[in-house]
């Protein structure tokens, strides 16, 4: 398996434009997170699915952004308007879940490097 | 309020002698942990996990200590390699199934030659 891919990898764009993430999973993982990296908070969860349902987004800094999972190999996260304090880099994550330990394992993407100027 | 803290943001050892990371967290719920390895420009590598019902796993050179009533955990490589350098990150789990990790900020290794 390619692992878990995104795209794109890098991504400038102006304040007030509109971005969306993407993200394909690893075959067969039930479960997807989308994380942000940032100098000041380190690597937060944002959101995950299981089974393409939304199960916690509590972790979405606010309305401006979205995240859908429309089918199992597929999920964006979107940023409307986008400010410069969403410069980031976001993560995406896929695990086969379950109750044995080792599906707590997550396999994360390269990471999309996101610039808003 | 950060549940997973690693205090040392970097921490730079000679080639061949052992790396000690350290991790602390204060949600007594989280019941598995996990060290996380990560290089510029790509993701977090899954590295080496323990259940909070162990205080020790090993694979090779890596072994994670988890001291539960001190609510501590640590990573340590021995021998320290060229290769080792990179950002490790604390995660821990709160147990229920697959929620999602809560990270440490991570600690850069630097391996010396």
């Known amino acids: 398996d390619a692992g878990v891919i995104q795209s794109p990898r890098h991504e400038v764009t102006e304040m007030g434009q509109e971005v969306t993430l993407r993200c394909k999973p690893i075959?067969?993982?039930?479960?997807l997170f989308w994380y942000r990296q940032t100098m000041m908070r380190g690597l937060e969860l944002l959101i995950y699915f299981n089974n393409n349902v939304p199960i916690d987004d509590s972790g979405m800094p606010e309305d401006r952004f979205s995240a859908k999972m429309p089918n199992a190999s597929f999920s964006t996260l979107k940023i409307q308007p986008s400010e410069p304090r969403d410069s980031a880099v976001y993560f995406c994550?896929?695990?086969?879940?379950?109750?044995?330990?080792?599906?707590?394992?997550?396999?994360f993407g390269p990471g999309t490097r996101l610039t808003v100027t | 309020d950060q549940q997973v803290k690693q205090n040392s943001p970097s921490l730079s050892v000679q080639e061949g002698r052992i790396s000690i990371l350290n991790c602390d967290y204060t949600n007594s719920m989280f019941d598995y942990f996990l060290w996380y390895k990560k290089y510029p420009a790509e993701g977090p590598t899954f590295l080496i996990s323990i259940s909070s019902i162990k205080d020790k796993n090993e694979d090779g050179r890596f072994t994670v200590f988890l001291n539960k009533s001190a609510k501590h955990l640590s990573l340590h490589i021995v021998p320290s390699q060229p290769g080792d350098s990179a950002v490790y990150f604390c995660?821990?789990?709160?147990?229920?199934?697959?929620?999602?990790?809560?990270f440490g900020k991570g600690t850069h290794l630097i391996i010396q030659p």
């Open positions: 994550a896929s695990s086969v879940g379950g109750w044995d330990r080792e599906s707590y394992e997550q396999y």
């Open positions: 075959s067969g993982h039930d479960y």
């Open positions: 995660a821990a789990y709160s147990g229920g199934g697959a929620d999602g990790l809560t």
